[in-house]
């Protein structure tokens, strides 16, 4: 195809050969320019949307689901340490140089077993003096009433005599009495959880010798716990508990609440509450770590919304999207506690409200909906 270009170039003649390669340097250029402005000029013309599947022409596509309602028994949850029923501190009612300690630290004994005595040499003296004063004052008395009936001693001896006598008396039942606390004897069985003194130590009246725990049965071990002001005041004794010991963590055990205490602990600034343990066949080791769930009894009617309602959460406070009118509408709630994919609301929604569980980012209070299933 011949242009007008080159017709011009022929009209001006040989002498202006050099003014048709220009025209035709010129031509190729407009083409190749032409032929990179086109699909910028296409591309530019194109308008680049993003998908979204659940909007079209501002219209936000939602789910919802209905707010349940349970009536939630409320329950307690702490953690303590194992301990018996009765615990003590077995000691010598007199001082004196240990004898004997027939247990060891964890040893289980019987009621009425000897635990420990002391050495009786220094007892036994005294005992054999008392007795000795006692006859001696017997032999007085004896001789004082004769005199008396022979108006040599007067009423008034006769009866100084016999005070002496009596005194000599009570002074032999007290060094019996002492000599025989001078042994430790079981009060009720149990198990030694620390031995303080050992053989050949001089000990003084009174001091701690073993410490020990009763298990008169085996339902006397219990979980002490600490609780907060609320949760003492709803815990009552005989209410139903589980327990898990750190010891035995693939079984639960059966257990009620004991003991309260009407005093907070200075030291950890909780209500103690002592919990008892049904242990079955088990003997837990005194100290021994456990978690205690309490059942209160106490019901609470609660609202329940799923997990993916939720926006905004922070901390207990939280919104949700409810449906009213064909619009939603922003409505804050109180959280009262999470369980796997169900949120327990204490307040801010009734029975029934519909709360939006899809797409909640793309809404706002302005938003148009569509409902689907």
């Known amino acids: 195809m011949k242009s007008k270009f080159t017709s011009s170039v022929r009209l001006l003649g040989p002498g ?17 320019l032409s032929l990179l402005i086109l699909p910028v000029f296409y591309g530019c013309k194109e308008e680049k949307k993003e998908h979204n599947p659940f909007q079209t022409a501002d219209i936000v596509s939602i789910k919802t689901a209905p707010a349940g309602s349970l009536a939630l028994t409320n329950t307690i949850n702490a953690s303590g340490l194992v301990t018996t029923e009765n615990a003590a501190h077995y000691s010598f009612k007199i001082g004196g140089l240990v004898k004997h300690i027939y247990v060891e630290e964890g040893h289980f004994f019987k009621k009425g077993q000897l635990l420990a005595a002391l050495d009786e040499t220094e007892i036994s003296a005294g005992l054999n003096q008392t007795d000795l004063n006692v006859k001696k004052y017997e032999r007085d008395y004896t001789r004082a009433k004769n005199l008396y009936q022979d108006s040599v001693y007067t009423l008034e001896q006769l009866q100084n005599t016999k005070t002496g006598l009596d005194i000599a008396r009570k002074q032999k039942d007290a060094v019996a009495f002492n000599a025989r606390y001078a042994k430790i004897y079981a ?19 009174g001091s701690p010798i073993l410490a020990i725990n009763e298990t008169s049965h085996n339902n006397n071990y219990l979980l002490k716990i600490g609780l907060t002001d609320k949760e003492w005041a709803s815990v009552k004794i005989g209410q139903k508990a589980s327990v898990i010991l750190d010891g035995y963590p693939d079984k639960s055990f059966d257990a009620v609440v004991f003991r309260k205490s009407q005093s907070a602990d200075a030291a950890l600034g909780s209500f103690q509450v002592e919990v008892k343990l049904d242990m079955k066949n088990s003997k837990p080791a005194v100290g021994m770590f456990g978690k205690a769930q309490i059942h209160t009894g106490n019901a609470q009617d609660l609202i329940t919304i799923p997990y993916d309602a939720l926006i905004e959460a922070d901390g207990n406070k939280a919104f949700v999207f409810l449906v009213e009118n064909n619009k939603v509408r922003r409505q804050p709630v109180t959280i009262f506690k999470f369980e796997n994919k169900i949120v327990y609301i204490k307040d801010g929604l009734e029975k029934t409200d519909q709360v939006v569980i899809s797409n909640s980012a793309y809404l706002n209070e302005e938003s148009k909906i569509k409902i689907i299933k």
């Open 187 to 205: 009060a009720a069985d149990g198990f030694v959880s620390q031995k303080t003194a050992n053989e050949g130590e001089v000990v003084g009246a």
């Open 16 to 32: 202006h050969e050099y003014l048709k390669n220009i025209f035709t340097l010129a031509s190729t250029k407009s083409i190749a």
